[in-house]
T-cell receptor, first 110, second 112 residues
Framework: KNEVEQSPQNLTAQEGEFITINCSYS?????LHWLQQHPGGGIVSLFM???GKKKHGRLIATINIQEKHSSLHITASHPRDSAVYIC????????????FGEGTQLTVNP | DSGVTQTPKHLITATGQRVTLRCSPR?????VYWYQQSLDQGLQFLIQ???????AKGNILERFSAQQFPDLHSELNLSSLELGDSALYFC???????????FGPGTRLTVT
């Protein structure tokens, strides 16, 4: 079992829909990263959070440390949101190294 | 644009060869991280340098080595290359020893 699990693995939505991607982890963490990987391969950092909620434009990330769960929400989705979304954690036992989930492939159709 | 640069973008080489990948961190960032992304393994942490010193080590093969220079750029050296080393290699940087990481565009290595 992976230490970081994401669901769903694949998600197809229609433009305008509200999207949720989930991340669960089995170890104690100090913080969590949400990353976006474009079809061309580049990786963009969306959020780093250790508690509560962060919002940037149409993206919202939440984390519940006690429940070992984080969610990434996209409001009013758009075809340009199509990408792989990756959850990565800083495990308390591993310091600054990131441990990655397998990613969620999101496709938003017009 | 994250401010992290990597060269080259693409590299095609033969088995048994040696290559060097280069990374320049964002201005002001002292930490550099190297990651490997292969189709079957996903993203894996290789190594971190902070201000010239090795800080953390992950699943890095003995055939691979890295260093960070006084100007803070970093190089990842891959030797005795095998077909299985074909992957995307990402560099990331952060301000301190720990914190939000900003990724470079990656180097796509193909070993034939």
């Amino acid at each position: 079992k992976n230490e970081v699990e994401q669901s769903p693995q694949n998600l197809t939505a229609q433009e305008g829909e509200f999207i949720t991607i989930n991340c669960s982890y089995s170890v104690g963490i100090s913080a969590l990263h949400w990353l976006q990987q474009h079809p061309g391969g580049g990786i963009v950092s969306l959020f780093m959070l250790s508690s509560g909620k962060k919002k940037h434009g149409r993206l919202i990330a939440t984390i519940n440390i006690q429940e070992k769960h984080s969610s990434l929400h996209i409001t009013a989705s758009h075809p340009r949101d199509s990408a792989v979304y990756i959850c990565a954690v800083f495990m308390k036992t591993s310091g600054s190294r990131l441990t990655f989930g397998e990613g969620t492939q999101l496709t938003v159709n017009p | 644009d994250s401010g992290v640069t990597q060269t080259p973008k693409h590299l095609i080489t033969a088995t048994g060869q040696r290559v060097t990948l280069r990374c320049s961190p964002r201005s002001g960032d002292l930490s550099v991280y190297w990651y490997q992304q292969s189709l079957d393994q996903g993203l894996q942490f290789l190594i971190q340098y902070y201000n010239g010193e090795e800080r953390a080590k992950g699943n890095i093969l003995e055939r691979f080595s890295a260093q960070q220079f006084p100007d803070l750029h970093s190089e990842l050296n891959l030797s005795s290359l095998e077909l299985g080393d074909s992957a995307l290699y990402f560099c990331a940087s952060s301000v301190g020893r720990f914190g939000e990481q900003y990724f470079g565009p990656g180097t796509r290595l193909t070993v034939t």
